[in-house]
């Protein structure tokens, strides 16, 4: 099955810009949509097909998808940015929505 | 921000069900599919299935084919996930989202619940 690889965890300081990426085999092929978890709260998609937000989304928050390796960057970060998130595909070959490991995003 | 409203805490027994509901943010699903998610403690999230509420069109993950049934009210504005069999390792968050207009799709995952809570002891 498709695997999607996260580092577990990003620290920045505030105002700084963290970079959170998304390793999978010709990720480049697919399309990646990035969710922002909160504890207690619903996901909330920040980044969907590569590079395009939704409505409300802050601009801080932008994507890109590269050959092997997709990127959500969050500029000027700010304390309400810790989150966990997660990328995610869906893999035509096993038919299946698959989820990256998701990386935990700490503000200093 | 809007979400989907999903029922209550459960708490089930190893072999037993557990039904969770997922009612739409906004009253109802229209043409959307609807994807159920979960998420283990300390765990990433893992795709369950997905239904067409309108058409009754379902699928699952092949790792729940046996144990899950997804369904919705002929109005489209409810969604169910039933999962039987339970194990201790079901013990989870469940979420409800809206996708696309298939059960299979690129499209994202656009509005969540706000995650049902299943214990399994």
């Known amino acids: 099955s498709y695997v999607l690889t996260q580092a577990p965890s990003v620290s920045v300081a505030p105002g700084q810009m963290a970079t959170i990426t998304c390793g999978g085999d010709n990720l480049a092929r697919k399309t990646v949509h990035w969710y922002q978890l909160k504890p207690g709260q619903a996901p909330v998609l920040v980044v969907f097909d590569d590079s395009d937000r939704p409505s409300g989304i802050p601009e801080r928050f932008s994507g890109s998808n590269s050959g092997n390796t997709a990127s959500l960057t969050i500029s000027g970060v700010e304390a309400g940015d810790e989150a966990d998130y997660y990328c995610q595909v869906w893999d035509t070959y096993s038919d299946h929505y698959v989820f990256g490991t998701g990386t935990k995003v700490t503000v200093l | 921000q809007a979400h989907h409203v999903q029922s209550g805490t459960e708490v089930k027994k190893s072999g037993s069900s557990v039904k969770v509901s997922c009612k739409a943010s906004g009253g109802t699903f229209g043409s959307n599919a609807v994807k159920w998610v979960r998420q283990a403690p300390g765990q990433g999230l893992e795709w369950v299935g997905a239904i067409i509420p309108i058409f009754g069109t379902t699928k699952s993950a092949q790792k729940f084919q046996d144990r899950v049934t997804i369904t919705a009210d002929e109005s489209a504005t409810t969604v169910y996930m039933e999962l039987r069999s339970l194990r201790s390792d079901d013990t989870a968050v469940f979420y409800c989202?809206?996708?696309?207009?298939?059960?299979?799709?690129?499209?994202?995952?656009?509005?969540w619940g706000q995650g049902t809570m299943v214990i399994v002891s």
């Open positions: 989202a809206r996708g696309g207009f298939n059960v299979n799709d690129d499209d994202p995952f656009d509005l």
